[in-house]
């Protein structure tokens, strides 16, 4: 079965959590973790691979916590997704076709590989700016506020 995992879906939060501040200086984890009912040290887990993909700045000190590195229409789906999931191909051998002596002739890699476009293109087409308005539209936003 094909999932987005915890990993995935916690970590979209969290930067959509960054993103809604994008522009008004870093953010604690804890105050993140409150927002969204999230766990400090899961969310300390996440930071790391997003730090080294430069999508996320952590600022040492008083005022400090963390941001974004550039801004929300920057960033897709795809981005995070890639960063905390790793490839989003649905089979190893689209990706590396090596990985298996009957890529040349297999009759459902190229169904694979034109699933791994059809999740890269939906996610590619939905930034974090996109998801900051939809959050700001739904009902429930400021419940957790």
Request: hydrophobic share 35%; charged share 25%; proline share 6%.
């Amino acid at each position: 079965m094909i999932r987005i995992s915890t990993k995935g879906k916690y970590g979209t939060r969290l930067m959509v959590q960054l993103a809604m501040n994008y522009g008004k200086g870093p953010m604690l984890l804890k105050d993140i973790a409150n927002k969204e009912n999230l766990s400090v040290r899961y969310l300390e887990h996440l930071i790391p691979p997003l730090k080294s993909a430069h999508l996320v700045h952590s600022i040492r000190g008083a005022h400090g916590g963390y941001k974004l590195t550039k801004p929300p229409s920057d960033i897709t789906l795809k981005d995070i997704i890639r960063i905390l999931e790793g490839p989003l191909s649905p089979s190893e051998c689209v990706e590396s076709p090596d990985v298996c002596d009957r890529s040349s002739f297999c009759v459902t890699r190229d169904i694979w590989a034109e699933l791994e476009r059809t999740i890269s293109k939906t996610l590619a087409g939905h930034t974090l700016a996109d998801l900051v308005k939809k959050y700001l539209s739904t009902p429930h936003y400021g419940e957790n506020q």
